[in-house]
């Protein structure tokens, strides 16, 4: 059992064609969100009883949350999740739709006045966000000029996936998105340069840093999540001291599990770890950083306990 889970988070995120999101965008823009909204519960029953692996791992978050929480656990908080997740999917695609707009979202945190202010000035801002909730709202907003800031925001997403497939499925979706992909594994000294470039030039650079990366399975950062370690992903919190720019923590989250008008709540939150630090400061600001981060993600698990969509055993 260890090792076939640890060989399920090793896989990387692969989008191999586009034709089910295009399928899935098609419905989006001529099906109301109610009618898929309950036609995604099927969908998730069928996936809950078929797919045992992504059951079994929902089942162990579920077990550690309520634990942690003082919760018993049942068989309902974990089709719960599932079914957020597949709302989730139905979320994203309607996001690079443009079915998704700021007056959908409430902010919750003052921070965000912060980043439109850094963002209305024109520079840029790293982002460190998660497999909680939905990442994609930021980018979408960001790159349609949904942002309540007078210009489109260009965004570098940093992920462990096939980029080139992944910018064709979003160019499928919406034509007008200008969000830019960079594998994970690909960075190197001229990526960082670029990355650097995109910050300084009043770019958003994204990267989830709740999930290590397979590439790299030793250089981690060990942190206590729901009362257990768990591993994160050096290379997301060393980006935050090389890049020369404010970060922040971004979550978005669906308010309601279901409901008629989807809203949003987004926590946008200015790190406040010091982010100017010798070479030998650098590791314990990073380790501080990375504990800021997992922080703030576990008081938004707990108030939004089915919307993490992190399908392996995430204490292994």
């Not at 919750?108 to 460190?128: E, F, H, T």
């Not at 060990?222 to 060393?238: E, H, I, N, T, V």
Request: proline letters at 4%; charged letters at 20%.
């Amino acid at each position: 059992m260890a090792a076939e889970s640890e060989h399920w988070s090793r896989q990387k995120e692969v989008v191999k064609t586009n034709r089910p999101i295009a399928f899935l965008a098609f419905l989006v823009k001529y099906v109301p969100f109610p009618f898929l909204s309950f036609c995604t519960f099927f969908v998730s029953f069928f996936y809950y009883v078929c797919a045992r692996k992504a059951r079994m791992y929902c089942r162990l978050y579920q077990k550690q949350l309520c634990a942690y929480v003082g919760k018993k656990h049942t068989r309902v908080h974990t089709f719960a999740q599932i079914y957020s997740f597949s709302l989730s999917i139905v979320e994203k695609v309607s996001a690079w739709s443009e079915k998704i707009h700021l007056e959908s979202i409430e902010f919750q945190d003052d921070d965000v006045v912060d980043l439109k202010k850094v963002l209305g000035q024109g520079k840029g801002a790293y982002i460190l966000a998660s497999h909680l909730g939905n990442s994609e709202l930021l980018r979408c907003l960001a790159t349609l000029h949904e942002t309540g800031v007078d210009r489109s925001i260009p965004v570098t997403a940093i992920m462990d996936m096939n980029a080139s497939e992944f910018n064709k499925t979003v160019k499928k979706i919406n034509p007008d998105s200008a969000v830019h992909l960079v594998n994970s594994a690909d960075i190197g000294i001229e990526t960082i340069e670029e990355l650097q470039d995109s910050v300084h030039n009043g770019g958003l650079v994204v990267i989830g840093a709740d999930r290590t990366s397979p590439k790299a399975p030793d250089r981690t950062l060990s942190c206590d999540f729901l009362g257990k370690q768990a591993q994160y992903p050096y290379g997301a919190f060393l980006l935050a001291f090389l890049l020369e720019a404010p970060v922040y923590f971004v979550f978005a989250l669906r308010k309601k599990t279901v409901m008629f008008r989807p809203k949003y709540a987004m926590y946008v939150q200015k790190a406040k770890t010091p982010l100017v630090a010798t070479r030998r400061e650098r590791m314990e600001r990073m380790k501080d950083l990375c504990g800021e981060f997992v922080k703030i993600m576990q008081k938004l698990c707990i108030l939004y306990p089915y919307q993490w969509y992190n399908f392996y055993n995430y204490w292994q």
